[in-house]
């Protein structure tokens, strides 16, 4: 930090004024327009400002903002990832700037698709992508598991974006997705995890565990609605005879009613989805089904988790096209998003194929709401997003609204021109995946019935192409 002294420096402050004026200014405009005469000058003014003034990228390139404080959070914080063996290793530091944005000063340190649209670790608008996404999604604030293990963020609600949302991550969001931790005091709790964290449950008490889970994030979950609140999830560790995953848990609600019976269903359907596209060569995500405490509850193995302490880097398709493409809604969905990625080469041809494979299965299956965060990407060597196991496939359609279940006349997507070879083979895909509904006693027989003509209509709308 700069000192008392430095504080009331005269150039200091005019710089700092001059930066509030015009942030992300060059070193060239700001010694002409301060009158400092030269570049050696200008670089003492820089050293004497310390911490009021943030210099964003490198050589030639390299431009300045005031400084700015987060309110109960201050304008600095560390960024660590953590390896695939649990440790923490320092990236860099993300500093808030003047009258909005943010700068990481170690941009090199994270793949080049989040690094800024200019590569420089600047973001002037909003909050990086990367760290916006630390807030899980289906995890509610001030969620805790059993004996005291803190499913999300402690504060009340969900935060707003910006200011108060980083304040809550650098705090809170030690386990965040991914391999990122932001702020010293998530750090710490991310070092700590293992040391703090409930011994992880063996796989046979899964059916006694998980019920316990669910009431405390439950309960959280109804007294702070927003987003995630119709899914509900908790995290847990699962000792696979010695040998430990890192599980997050959908569950279904806990009372007897035709919606909860169809919430059940519906984690089955997810479950079952999940089988037939790696069947079907479709890299899936790893899930299971628990039944316990008069509740359905889906395993969903965490991909970006390796052991009991380990973390593998992952960026789901909502912030990957956040950092390409602010302000390009994601709900025109994936297959739109993946081709805006493709468009600026940040993704390769055969990951938007399998994207669009991917969407159109969903269309087959009812799902049409296009969650950004069911595709996610993990990256090679040389920063290439390559798309991870796909998770939350589901028949979204069918989903009670309140207590009613809606009546659909179930109709499968019609091909879209030129892409007739990817419309069979999603519809083949999603035929297997109904009939593998129709077929599971898990699921209600009214369910069941309704997977079978789903099915049905499918084959005949695959015939009818044949016969084209």
């Known amino acids: 930090m700069a000192s008392a002294q430095d504080a009331s420096d005269p150039p200091v402050d005019a710089l700092v004024e001059a930066l509030e004026r015009a942030p992300l200014s060059r070193a060239n405009t700001l010694i002409a327009g301060l009158g400092l005469g030269s570049q050696p000058t200008f670089s003492r003014v ?65 793949p080049l698709p989040l690094a800024g649209r200019r590569g420089d670790g600047c973001w002037p608008a909003s909050l990086p992508p990367f760290v916006e996404a630390l807030w899980p999604a289906g ?9 005291g293990d803190r499913v999300g963020p402690s504060v009340g609600g969900e935060p ?22 932001v702020g010293e005091e ?45 899914r509900p999830e908790f995290s847990a560790a699962v000792d696979a005879g010695g040998s430990v995953r890192r599980v997050a848990v ?23 989805a999940a089988r037939t596209l790696a069947a079907h060569g479709v890299p899936a995500a790893d899930t299971a089904i628990v039944e316990g405490g008069s509740r359905v509850f889906l395993e969903v ?26 302000g390009l809604a994601i709900d025109r969905g994936w297959t739109a998003a993946a081709r805006a990625l493709r ?3 940040r993704i390769g041809a055969d990951v938007l194929e399998r994207v669009h494979l991917i969407e159109t299965c969903a269309r087959f299956l009812g799902d049409t709401g296009s969650d950004p965060f069911a595709l996610s990407f993990v990256f090679d060597d040389d920063g290439t997003p390559a798309l991870a196991p796909v998770r939350r496939l589901v028949p979204a359609a069918y989903a009670p609204a309140g207590e009613h279940l809606p009546p659909l006349r179930y109709q499968p997507p019609a091909p879209e021109p030129g892409h007739g070879p990817t419309w069979r083979e999603a519809g083949a895909i999603a035929r297997s995946t109904w009939r593998a509904i129709a077929g599971d006693d898990r699921v209600s027989a009214s369910f069941r019935a309704i997977a079978g003509d789903n099915a049905r209509t499918i084959d005949e709308a695959l015939a009818r192409d044949t016969r084209r």
């Open 46 to 110: 820089v050293g004497r400002a310390g911490d009021r003034v943030v210099a964003i990228g490198r050589a030639r390139a390299r431009r300045y903002a005031a400084a700015r404080v987060v309110a109960g959070a201050g304008s600095r914080w560390p960024v660590y990832r953590v390896d695939a063996a649990g440790e923490l290793h320092r990236l860099g530091t993300l500093a808030a700037i003047a009258p909005a944005g943010w700068a990481l000063d170690a941009p090199a340190g994270l």
């Open 343 to 345: 468009a600026d080469r």
């Open 160 to 181: 707003e974006p910006g200011d108060e949302h980083l304040a809550a991550i650098v705090r809170f969001a030690d386990d965040a997705p991914g391999d990122l931790v």
């Open 301 to 326: 193995a965490r991909f970006d988790r390796v052991g009991a302490r380990g973390r593998r880097a992952v960026v789901t398709l909502a912030t990957l096209l956040a950092e390409a493409r602010p």
């Open 186 to 230: 998530a750090a710490r709790r991310a070092a700590a995890r293992h040391l703090t964290d409930a011994p992880p449950i063996p796989e046979s008490e899964r059916p006694r565990a998980y019920p316990e889970y669910a009431r405390a994030a439950g309960d959280v979950a109804a007294a702070a609605p927003g987003p995630g609140a119709s």
């Open 139 to 147: 995890v509610h604030a001030g969620s805790h598991g059993p004996d």
């Open 250 to 272: 959908a569950f279904s609600p806990s009372e007897y009613s035709d919606a909860a019976r169809r919430w059940c269903d519906l984690l089955v359907c997810e479950h079952l």
